[in-house]
């Protein structure tokens, strides 16, 4: 499946902002949005299971971000965003359910789209 990330750009501080991925393919994808900030490891952000059901957060964004899905897209509503939110943001797919372990991982995905950047003034 290719992924395929947009909706960044320059916001405010407390602003909101939504991103979506494209899938090329409507399969049953586990997915998940990571982001990457300057000097920095790409980072977990959001995963939601194929079905929707099961969504999962890092705590550094629980209660300011929301993730759903379709069956050829995923969404990253992302509310009172902050600086240090500044990243570029990927979204990424699994056609297999990450061991627990892994589902906050890079590790836990094989699809990645391109990121699209995000930037928070304050």
């Known amino acids: 499946v290719q992924l395929q990330a947009s909706g960044g750009g320059l916001v405010q501080a407390g602003d909101s902002r939504r991103l979506s991925c494209a899938a090329s393919?409507?399969?049953?994808?586990?997915m998940a949005w990571f982001r990457q900030a300057p000097g920095k490891e790409r980072e977990f952000v959001a995963g939601?299971?194929?079905?929707?059901?099961v969504t999962y957060y890092a705590d550094s964004v629980k209660g300011r971000f929301f993730i759903s899905k379709d069956k050829n897209a995923v969404w990253l509503q992302m509310d009172v965003l902050r600086p240090e939110d500044t990243a570029v943001y990927s979204c990424?797919?699994?056609?297999?359910?990450?061991?627990?372990?892994?589902?906050?991982?890079?590790?836990?995905?094989?699809?990645w789209g391109q990121g699209t950047q995000v930037t928070v003034s304050s």
């Open positions: 393919d409507s399969g049953s994808y586990y």
């Open positions: 939601i299971s194929w079905n929707g059901d």
């Open positions: 990424a797919a699994s056609s297999s359910r990450p061991i627990l372990s892994a589902r906050q991982r890079v590790e836990g995905y094989r699809y």
